[in-house]
């Protein structure tokens, strides 16, 4: 996985980064400020902190995967298909998000099974092999039989690198923001530290999307 996404790192940079970096950037300073808890989120901060962050990351999530599976392809077709398949892939994804959200909330392991088998393939099998919404999930499952407890333990490590990412990106941003701050640079603190987050979040855009193709082809050979 890590050979497939260094090879291209530099074009889905430039793929996904208008839907993660830039938008990122975009919430943090002009967005409404972060609630202090997740009980205390108002409709206006879910939205432009959770909702439109998610779905546009989504489409990045689709160009690369498309990227991985169809290299030639240059990143402008990659992003026309995976424009195409956005709605059907969103609308899979809402599907399979109430037995989802119940397996987690009867349990987390239910939830990490459903979410390994119908969620995570759903992106690589949407962009190669079409279908509607529930023929995406029906081949998701299909593709990820006998694979659960591997597609588990490998998800659970990705969470590890997802937060790790996450931490070292707020750790840098909050480093910089002390410094400039400490000389007077309020403005330049504010903006390097949402540009440092965003990042991170670009990168995890990008490791997501690469991790599902990869597995998908692996998976599609069985």
């Not at 205390?40 to 998610?54: A, E, G, I, K, N």
């Not at 987690?104 to 099998?125: C, D, E, K, N």
């Not at 903006?191 to 990168?203: I, N, Q």
Request: hydrophobic fraction near 60%; charge should be positive; include cysteine.
């Amino acid at each position: 996985m890590t050979s497939v996404m260094t090879a291209d790192l530099s074009r889905m940079f430039f793929v996904a980064a208008p839907f993660t970096l830039l938008v990122g950037v975009g919430v943090e300073l002009f967005g409404p400020p972060p609630p202090k808890s997740f009980t205390d989120m108002t409709v206006p901060q879910m939205l432009w902190r959770l909702l439109v962050p998610s779905l546009l990351s989504a489409m990045a999530q689709l160009a690369i995967t498309q990227m991985v599976l169809r290299p030639a392809e240059v990143p402008r077709q990659a992003l026309s298909a995976a424009a195409a398949m956005f709605p059907i892939y969103v609308a899979a994804q809402l599907l399979a998000s109430m037995p989802v959200g119940l397996g987690f909330l009867a349990l987390f392991v239910p939830g990490l099974y459903l979410f390994a088998r119908l969620i995570f393939p759903s992106g690589a099998v949407a962009m190669a092999e079409r279908g509607s919404p529930v023929a995406i999930l029906k081949r998701s499952w299909e593709v990820s039989e006998g694979q659960g407890l591997p597609l588990c333990l490998f998800l659970v490590l990705g969470l590890f690198s997802i937060v790790g990412i996450s931490i070292l990106a707020e750790g840098a941003g909050a480093a910089l923001d002390v410094v400039a701050r400490l000389i007077g640079l309020e403005a330049v603190a504010h903006f390097a530290r949402a540009v440092l987050v965003g990042t991170g979040s670009c990168f995890i855009a990008i490791g997501t999307a690469v991790a599902g193709a990869v597995a998908y082809r692996l998976l599609a050979r069985n």
